[in-house]
């Protein structure tokens, strides 16, 4: 079994959701005494290999939180060694494990980091607060100097050139996952993927990476295109308004018309909602209505 596998389907049965209903309690107090009993174990152990390479449960120390917009942290955790990288692979996400409040039960939650992953020393996580959020509330709340529980998860194994073109959708705080991989294929000199990016946000003060975005843009001519699409834009905005639709994707040169696209894959990640009408069922999502298939599509 892949590492960080058996914690997926409970991942995605809490992702999003404000209360925890009795059987997810139930897999999360024995997902809390595995990390427990895998921290425990690991804890003494010596070992010349990046922190996260292998599966195990660490706790590291907050160094830093900045606020970056009106609801998103920055929050830089310090690595045991300072000359080692975190042995993330691409698309990879770290399983957080807290106990906010005096809880008896951990809440978990995946974040996936959004700092260059062979920068060595630390590793960066972007929280969006959300009403009533347990872990995000909790993370929030952190001071330099405090202390929180990962373990890796593997998502998608990247295949440089793989793909001549990779469609990256997301909706808030999905974007994380997608700008981790698109970094990471644009800075690799062996991986000649073309990326677009089309990402949706409720306001223009939710996009909180537009500047590397930008800077992505701007360094990969040709190669990488990023598109916003704003539910509620402000006065004069230059983003798209609405969400996103098959006419968004079509105009962002998504379309499949005369056999374009077939070798395209398409990553969603985003609010229920979203991947709900993108993926649909049985044929009747946006993207199926476009002419991806089952095969291409991939959600995080």
Same mark, same amino acid.
Request: net charge positive; hydrophobic share 35%; with cysteine.
């Given at each position: 079994m892949p590492s960080g596998t058996q914690f997926r389907p409970f991942l995605r049965a809490t992702h999003g959701a404000s209360v925890m209903s009795a059987p997810v309690a139930i897999a999360a107090a024995v997902a809390g005494i595995g990390a427990c009993t895998w921290y425990l174990r690991s804890n003494g152990a010596n070992s010349d290999k990046p922190i996260f390479s292998s599966f195990g449960f660490h706790t590291l120390r907050l160094h830093s939180a900045e606020l970056v917009n009106h609801n998103v942290k920055k929050l830089r955790f310090e690595l045991p060694d300072a000359s080692k990288p975190s042995g993330l692979s691409l698309t990879s996400a770290l399983l957080t494990i807290s106990f906010p409040n005096g809880r008896w039960l951990p809440v978990l939650r995946p974040y996936t980091p959004t700092n260059d992953l062979n920068e060595p020393g630390y590793i960066e996580l972007m929280v969006k607060l959300y009403p009533n959020g347990k872990q995000s509330t909790h993370l929030h709340s952190l001071k330099p100097g405090d202390t929180?529980?990962?373990?890796?998860?593997?998502? @998608?194994?990247?295949?440089? %050139?793989? &793909?001549? &073109?990779?469609?990256? *959708?997301?909706?808030?705080?999905? *974007?994380?996952?997608?700008?981790? $991989?698109?970094?990471? *294929? @644009?800075? %690799?000199? !062996?991986?000649?993927?073309?990326?677009? $990016?089309?990402?949706? %946000? %409720?306001?223009?003060?939710?996009?909180?990476?537009? !500047?590397?975005?930008?800077? @992505?843009?701007?360094?990969?001519?040709?190669?990488?295109?990023?598109? &916003?699409?704003?539910?509620?834009?402000?006065?004069?905005?230059? &983003?798209l308004k609405g969400y996103i639709t098959r006419q968004v994707l079509e105009n962002a040169g998504l379309g499949t018309e005369g056999g374009k696209n077939r070798d395209v894959k398409v990553l969603v990640c985003g609010p229920p909602a979203m991947e709900k009408a993108l993926k649909g069922g049985r044929g009747t999502g946006v993207l199926a209505e476009l002419g991806y298939k089952p095969e291409q599509i991939y959600t995080f």
């Amino acid at each position: 079994m892949p590492s960080g596998t058996q914690f997926r389907p409970f991942l995605r049965a809490t992702h999003g959701a404000s209360v925890m209903s009795a059987p997810v309690a139930i897999a999360a107090a024995v997902a809390g005494i595995g990390a427990c009993t895998w921290y425990l174990r690991s804890n003494g152990a010596n070992s010349d290999k990046p922190i996260f390479s292998s599966f195990g449960f660490h706790t590291l120390r907050l160094h830093s939180a900045e606020l970056v917009n009106h609801n998103v942290k920055k929050l830089r955790f310090e690595l045991p060694d300072a000359s080692k990288p975190s042995g993330l692979s691409l698309t990879s996400a770290l399983l957080t494990i807290s106990f906010p409040n005096g809880r008896w039960l951990p809440v978990l939650r995946p974040y996936t980091p959004t700092n260059d992953l062979n920068e060595p020393g630390y590793i960066e996580l972007m929280v969006k607060l959300y009403p009533n959020g347990k872990q995000s509330t909790h993370l929030h709340s952190l001071k330099p100097g405090d202390t929180l529980t990962f373990a890796p998860i593997k998502e @998608l194994a990247w295949t440089p %050139n793989k &793909h001549p &073109h990779v469609a990256l *959708i997301a909706g808030g705080a999905g *974007i994380t996952p997608m700008y981790q $991989l698109a970094r990471g *294929i @644009l800075q %690799n000199p !062996d991986d000649r993927t073309r990326i677009t $990016l089309v990402w949706g %946000n %409720n306001t223009d003060e939710d996009i909180f990476l537009k !500047d590397e975005l930008a800077t @992505l843009e701007r360094s990969y001519p040709g190669r990488f295109k990023a598109v &916003h699409v704003v539910s509620n834009p402000a006065a004069g905005s230059l &983003h798209l308004k609405g969400y996103i639709t098959r006419q968004v994707l079509e105009n962002a040169g998504l379309g499949t018309e005369g056999g374009k696209n077939r070798d395209v894959k398409v990553l969603v990640c985003g609010p229920p909602a979203m991947e709900k009408a993108l993926k649909g069922g049985r044929g009747t999502g946006v993207l199926a209505e476009l002419g991806y298939k089952p095969e291409q599509i991939y959600t995080f």
